[in-house]
DNA sequence: TGGTAATTGCGAACAATGTTCGCAATGAAA
DNA sequence: TTTCATTGCGAACATTGTTCGCAATTACCA
């Protein structure tokens, strides 16, 4: 019953065929819901505000979705045919890394996006496509079913992390010229001299490398340990 | 001025010296917000149900929090403090291990940790302890320091996502013995014929080894690609 | 051709949320 | 004793997700 559970969107029965036509469509809805979050975040995705960029009373869209949860899915769904799955690379991780990269542009292109892909699975079918298409590229290695699916998630959820720390650390410094709180407290925390290896941390010489090289690195860590090398 | 971001909670004024003496405090109302977290997950934890636990007015939680964001950051830094930074091991894989594991079992305890943790920072001052100790076993290694702070930020990361799978694998079949919708349109896709990766990774045995030993072999294989051994 | 029944769009309403405002009560400092 | 920052909080506001009931629509069937 509960209409928030993943999954609900797509076990939605056939259009029917008897009644009128319907005005609008899940995949208007959910391009709609996208253009406001890439715009101005998760929070404005709200019922109301989806409705009206649709043209519609907002009491009209639970004829489409089930849920403000359903609809997210749809959202994460649809960004996620934005993967090209073609041919990737050789070998399985030069694949999986290629996939990485994928993610992580588009993750930039769709901020409100990893904190969502880290929260809640993702089983629409572009997201089974992508995640079809992850498990085809560890095909033939020596790894254990219920390991690659381990893989394949961790893959997901390590890009996630990364291209959220990376953003908030492009958001750091506010716009404007003026420090945020944020910083003030960093370099009180750090002036305390109560966190030493913090501080040698966060003082050291930032890492040289582009974010895709970083990335690419991570993944390639995270796979060579389980086994796979280019 | 958003009252929002993550550290204002932080950043509060010392307490002051004239007026009538606080009846509550920062740390009663995290407690309380805690306890309903425990019990009936994130979204009990509303202004008003935990004033109502600390026997206030909902308005009166506002002298002591800026925002909901705030007691969200406060009850973070609560159970960051059930963590045991004492002697963990000698290699820094090991120690490192053993705070992840620690971390397992923090998490399990309190199952709206993960979704937290993977989406906002958390630099209250249990928090910062937490950071110094994992800090200071990467010490003495010759991992750069912009790294050293990208590696542990990936060691939560990756407990968070691990223990959020795994504890979604133990609600996946519902408490009573009917399959909700999810294992419907699981096995509705699997028998499609269209994911014959996605379905010989699910039909694959599942992994023997306990959560424990996994979780670990995670890290360890994260760390190693990253140049450490124990 | 006329009627039946399912389905759409949606105005109105409901319960719950986070947050602000203003005021009475408090109590340390002057 | 006066001052005044500070506390607790009732009341209110805006906004949220969601449900209900009804009129309009349209395919199917007698």
Redesign the interface.
């Known amino acids: 019953m509960s209409a928030d559970?993943?999954?609900?969107a797509?076990?939605r029965p056939p259009p029917a065929s008897v009644g009128p036509k319907p005005e609008y469509s899940r995949e208007r809805i959910a391009a709609e819901a996208i253009a406001l979050a890439d715009a101005q975040g998760l929070d404005a995705v709200s019922i109301r505000r989806v409705a009206r960029g649709v043209g519609s009373g907002p009491a009209s869209l639970y004829r489409y979705i089930g849920s403000r949860g359903e609809l997210l899915e749809l959202m994460m769904d649809a960004v996620a045919g934005e993967y090209d799955l073609g041919p990737l690379g050789d070998s399985p991780a030069a694949q999986l890394v290629a996939l990485a990269l994928q993610g992580r542009s588009i993750m930039r292109r769709h901020r409100w996006l990893p904190?969502l892909l880290?929260?809640r699975?993702s089983?629409g079918p572009n997201s089974?496509a992508y995640?079809?298409r992850a498990?085809?590229a560890?095909?033939g290695t020596d790894m254990?079913?219920?390991?690659?699916?381990?893989t394949v998630?961790?893959l997901t959820?390590?890009t996630?992390?990364?291209v959220q720390?990376e953003t908030?650390s492009d958001t750091l410094m506010g716009q404007d010229g003026v420090p945020?709180?944020?910083v003030?407290?960093?370099s009180e925390?750090m002036g305390s001299g109560r966190?030493?290896?913090?501080t040698?941390?966060?003082?050291?010489?930032?890492?040289q490398a582009g974010p895709e090289e970083?990335l690419g690195a991570?993944i390639?860590?995270?796979?060579?340990?389980?086994g796979l090398r280019e």
Do not use: C
């Open positions: 559970d993943p999954i609900t797509w076990l904190p880290l929260t699975p089983m089974l995640l079809e498990l085809q560890l095909d254990a079913g219920a390991d690659k699916l381990q998630a961790m959820a390590i996630s992390a990364f720390n908030a945020p709180e944020r003030r407290y960093l925390v966190y030493p290896f913090l040698a941390a966060f003082t050291a010489a930032p890492n970083l991570l390639r860590n995270h796979l060579s340990g389980a």
